[in-house]
């Protein structure tokens, strides 16, 4: 039972332009949501969270939307940099102290 | 400040074999929690350590265990190793239990099993 998905398994953008990752959960009972960024040979590295009483969070060029009604949530950087290559993860906790991820999301920024 | 510590970063072991894996925590972190990546899969959480006790767990077999000691180090075991318990383990430590304390990962150690 995957309760947090992505499912775009790669996503490719032009440098300059803005990178959309997203994320669906289906357990109302999350409440605090968080992206990760890993590269290659490294482990996952907090980039940005939200928690369920927000709807959007700001942090340089990573802003995370939070849509409750949808169980759904969006990381977008603008503007995408070549740096930003890396697999993306979401992830959901609900207070229970575990963090749940979602499959990743392989982004690709060509220059 | 040294980051999250895992030993060692690569692992070739044989079907029926156990392994014993290391985590050093980032000082003063007390919380270590221990996920599996596979592709396709993102990660899976194995279990969360805190204060010596286990406090969370997965939905993983009892082949694997864990344990955590009094400086906050854990290490992870499997036993009776199956080809598909090849994977990337990641740990990572937490300031506090749960909640909504960021985790810093280690670079994982990456297990092959033949």
């Known amino acids: 039972d995957q309760q947090v998905k992505q499912n775009s398994p790669s996503l490719s953008v032009q440098e300059g332009r803005i990178s959309i990752l997203n994320c669906d959960y289906t357990n109302s009972m999350f409440d605090y949501f968080l992206w990760y960024k890993k590269y290659p040979a490294e482990g996952p590295t907090f980039l940005i969270s939200i928690s369920s009483i927000k709807d959007k969070n700001e942090d340089g060029r990573f802003t995370v939307f939070l849509n409750k009604s949808a169980k759904h949530l969006s990381l977008h950087i603008v503007p995408s940099q070549p740096g930003d290559s890396a697999v993306y993860f979401c992830a959901a906790n609900n207070q229970g102290g575990k963090l749940i991820f979602g499959q990743g999301t392989e982004l690709s920024v060509k220059p | 400040k040294a980051g999250v510590t895992q030993t060692p970063r690569y692992l070739i072991k044989t079907r029926g074999q156990q392994v014993t894996l290391s985590c050093s925590p980032i000082?003063?972190?007390?919380?270590v929690s221990w996920y599996q990546q596979t592709p396709g899969q993102g990660l899976q959480f194995l279990f969360e350590?805190?204060?010596?006790?286990?406090?969370n767990k997965g939905n993983f077999p009892g082949r694997f265990s864990g344990r955590q000691f009094s400086n906050s180090r854990s290490e992870m075991n499997v036993s009776t190793l199956e080809l598909g318990d090849s994977a990337l383990y990641l740990c990572a430590s937490s300031v506090r239990q749960g909640l909504n304390s960021p985790l810093h990962f280690g670079n994982g150690t990456r297990l092959t099993v033949t």
């Open positions: 350590y805190f204060s010596e006790t286990q406090r």
């Open positions: 000082s003063g972190h007390r919380s």
